[in-house]
């Protein structure tokens, strides 16, 4: 009896220790029980509902895809799905090796010779894709979902699943929001009570106009979330004057990383006289990160939260 007592004093030992050092990886633990718990494989044939209203049906697994948008190639291959596409457009350029897949040309002309050639199972679309494009894509016989969200943290997590859906990947995409979703709450809660500094966000400038997100754009929600004050507010239609932002002097600018912006902006009239730019509070930012609706738009929202509450994040 004595021994019996013993051993079962040991086991329940035993099953603590392991709670306790469980519970350090709690979160974690959570996340993926969520997961594997609420989440099955697809079932083929598959209809879907696609942003166009239109119901397509998926008889099989697609096993050759061709992507024509940055975000949905970008998903592809955050789901591990990269072996699945034939084609991409001019602009998917992330991951990197994106590259080496097969173009099929831009968002609004892509080579249609190129796509029949290809033989994809199915064509996924996304924002910037005109409905006579469709039109000539199925009576070429081809196959073509069409998935853009609204523009929000929702919207994107939308599209995110439903890629993983047809993918047959549901676990790994409801694994990427729901990463999506903690990073988002973990950087909303670091900037909270932090203040709002005026922001200005660059879209263009110079000799072809200036324009900026405005009020109820995504960049001005994210901005919003990241703990700034969108001082283009007032914006109609992306476009705004060079006299406005003057006027208002945001403490902080933000410019694209990309086509030389940040040396263009400190010699271009006007905005080399903010004081913003003059303090070095010019900041640039890979805005692919915040304009695609992808698995990195999370990532985006940080990175604008450090530039504007760096001390938030040390």
């Not at 697994?61 to 072996?83: F, H, Q, R």
């Not at 090796?97 to 097969?102: D, G, P, R």
């Not at 966000?201 to 901005?223: E, H, L, S």
Request: contains cysteine.
């Amino acid at each position: 009896m004595f021994k019996s007592k013993k051993i079962l004093s040991i086991l329940l030992s035993l099953i603590l220790i392991f709670c306790l050092s469980a519970c350090t990886n709690k979160d974690k633990k959570q996340i993926e029980n969520k997961v594997t718990e609420t989440v099955t494989e697809t079932k083929f044939p598959l209809t879907v509902k696609d942003s166009y209203g239109r119901e397509v049906t998926i008889e099989k697994e697609p096993s050759k895809v061709i992507s024509i948008a940055p975000n949905i190639t970008e998903t592809i291959y955050a789901l591990g799905k990269e072996n699945k596409l034939v084609g991409r457009t001019d602009y998917c350029d992330y991951p990197a090796q994106a590259k080496n897949v097969t173009s099929i040309g831009g968002l609004q002309d892509p080579n249609m010779e190129k796509i029949v050639e290809l033989k994809p199972d199915l064509v996924i679309a996304s924002t910037h894709f005109k409905k006579d494009v469709l039109k000539k894509l199925e009576d070429l016989g081809l196959k073509v979902v069409v998935l853009y969200g609204e523009e929000s943290f929702e919207g994107a997590y939308n599209t995110i699943q439903k890629v993983g859906e047809i993918l047959n990947v549901q676990p790994k995409a409801k694994q990427i929001v729901t990463n999506m979703q903690v990073k988002v709450d973990d950087i909303k809660s670091k900037v909270a009570n932090k203040g709002t500094p005026s922001v200005y966000y660059v879209i263009g400038f110079g000799k072809t106009g200036d324009f900026t997100a405005g009020k109820d754009t995504f960049i001005d929600k994210m901005i919003t979330m990241a703990g700034g004050k969108n001082v283009a507010e007032d914006a109609v239609g992306w476009k705004y004057s060079i006299e406005k932002l003057l006027e208002k002097n945001p403490e902080i600018v933000i410019c694209s990383k990309y086509f030389d912006s940040k040396k263009n902006i400190k010699q271009t009239n006007g905005y080399k006289d903010l004081d913003a730019v003059k303090k070095d509070k010019l900041y640039e930012i890979d805005n692919n990160m915040l304009d695609r609706q992808g698995p990195r738009l999370a990532d985006g929202l940080e990175a604008l939260a450090k530039i504007i509450h760096p001390e938030a994040f040390k």
